[in-house]
């Protein structure tokens, strides 16, 4: 972000928040690669099970400095990783009945070695196969049974690539070296038993006693909004309102949104309260047969339990945008409205750059409207609803796997034909992956990214990378119209036929 100076008759005031903004930038820019981080996850609920009443979604912590020396035991992370993801469940399903369990952020987030290769889109298929491959390679020596290695309920599966089945988000906080180690030393010694316990010792509550350990206090349950329970959103909203209170933390929120495809969208995880108030299919029957209660629920809601992801992402997206809302509430209180005025409109802009205006949505939503008809002109897709039903085809008809560089392909039928495709980033124009099914994922998967609401839509620098490959593939001719037409295997022998009546 570039800051000037204002003009000397804007103010003292003014000049002095600015210098005192620029030397906090600076600083955190030159602390960069020294930082490290804690963060409090908050998943979408699948509405699968219990989740399908209560709506709770799921917690667990981020570590940026705390990698897996095994998927039960931590170190320290070495130069080029990318930290860790710490949950339990209900039960892994693993050979022992372990309490947690700990992976690679890559592996929680999109069941890659690397983000760089994290799938465009996803499904059960593809999720499976992901899964398979950290279960063979880091999981094996703990998952031999029968019913570790097959039963879908075994819940080490939810540890690979989250943002398969769910959008989520990450508030993260500072943490020092001596923080980090301390954590690593508990859990290392402590017995990694399981004693899950849906009431006392739930994923939420095992997300505050981590937490709580790096900042005492931090973190508190929510007794009358989640009836006496621990929620992960109380977990999130108690944790946020700590780190507004303490800015030398440092607080900003990630966002991660579900991948395109063909797995059930998943929803905004809720308390217990909200829950009544928002669920249609709870809300009525309580109206009808317990109103009083029902106002009671509606107005602790509204008063105590309200908290939005989305807005807190929105609001700090970044460092900066953290700190310029501290600067703004300081002018604010010190009664200087041109100060908070001139900051503010520098929120606006970094907020802008972080997740878009609905200006810049709506351009990219006319412009995809064109490369859409472009594209039926040239046969790329029959017609314009083919391209919201591309996933569910492409999924009955393919096949994924991974290659030996562990980035994932597809074998699918085309024309009568079998070609692949490449999944991610790297490998969609990689040579045998064929352009005519490589243009129809990245058209799939920026339809599917412009048409969902802000909360599942990717980050704005996320949706930009896709978008990029999708003008890629337009550039460099990897779309026109010759080389689809010669994709197809029909076309391609009747040329060969007619060269051969030339000769």
Request: with cysteine.
């Amino acid at each position: 972000m570039a800051l000037r100076l204002p003009a000397a008759k804007k103010g003292d005031a003014l000049r002095r928040r600015y210098l005192i903004l620029i030397a906090m930038l600076v600083a955190i820019v030159a602390a960069g690669r020294a930082r490290a981080d804690v963060g409090v996850i908050l998943n979408d609920s699948l509405d699968t099970s219990v989740a399908r009443i209560t709506g709770s979604g799921h917690a667990a912590v981020y570590f940026s400095r705390i990698c897996p020396a095994s998927p039960v035991k931590l170190r320290l992370c070495r130069p080029g990783e990318h930290g860790s993801v710490i949950s339990n469940y209900t039960t892994l399903g693993e050979d022992q009945p372990y309490e947690w369990n700990v992976v690679s952020f890559d592996v929680y987030a999109y069941g890659v070695a690397d983000t760089a290769d994290r799938p465009l889109f996803s499904s059960g298929k593809i999720k499976g196969v992901l899964e398979e491959a950290y279960r063979e390679r880091t999981l094996a020596p703990y998952c031999q049974s029968f019913g570790c290695r097959n039963s879908g309920s075994a819940e080490w599966r939810e540890m690979v690539s989250a943002a398969s089945e769910r959008t989520f988000y990450i508030l993260i906080v500072s943490t020092t070296t001596e923080q980090d180690q301390r954590i690593i030393d508990e859990f290392n010694s402590l017995p990694n038993v399981n004693h899950f316990n849906g009431m006392t010792r739930n994923c939420a509550d095992f997300t505050k006693r981590i937490i709580d350990t790096y900042f005492p206090h931090a973190v508190h349950r929510d007794a009358i909004n989640d009836f006496g329970m621990t929620s992960p959103k109380a977990v999130a909203r108690s944790f946020a309102h700590y780190a507004h209170r303490h800015p030398e933390l440092d607080y900003r929120v990630i966002h991660v949104a579900q991948l395109p495809g063909t797995i059930k969208r998943s929803s905004e995880c809720r308390s217990g309260t909200e829950q009544l108030y928002r669920s249609k299919k709870l809300l009525i029957p309580m109206a009808v047969l317990v109103p009083h209660e029902l106002a009671l629920v509606t107005g602790s809601y509204l008063l105590t339990g309200r908290f939005n992801a989305e807005r807190e992402f929105e609001d700090h997206a970044t460092i900066q945008e953290t700190e310029l809302g501290h600067e703004i509430a300081a002018a604010k209180s010190e009664d200087e409205p041109q100060v908070a005025g001139e900051l503010e409109a520098v929120e606006a802009r970094d907020r802008a750059d972080a997740i878009g205006t609905s200006e810049a949505w709506k351009d990219y939503r006319a412009r995809f409207d064109s490369i859409v008809d472009d594209a039926v002109r040239q046969g790329v897709l029959p017609d314009r609803d083919a391209v919201g039903r591309f996933f569910e085809r492409l999924n009955s008809k393919g096949q994924p796997f991974l290659d030996d560089r562990g980035r994932l392909w597809m074998n699918v039928s085309e024309d009568d034909h079998p070609v692949r495709v490449g999944l991610t980033p790297a490998n969609i124009f990689a040579e045998g992956s064929d352009p005519k099914v490589a243009y129809q994922v990245l058209l799939a998967s920026v339809n599917e990214a412009l048409k969902s609401p802000a909360h599942r839509r990717q980050t704005l620098s996320e949706f930009a990378s896709t978008w990029q490959l999708l003008q890629e593939a337009q550039n460099q001719g990897r779309v026109d119209v010759a080389s689809l037409r010669l994709s197809s295997p029909a076309l391609r022998l009747k040329l060969v036929r007619a060269l051969r009546l030339t000769r």
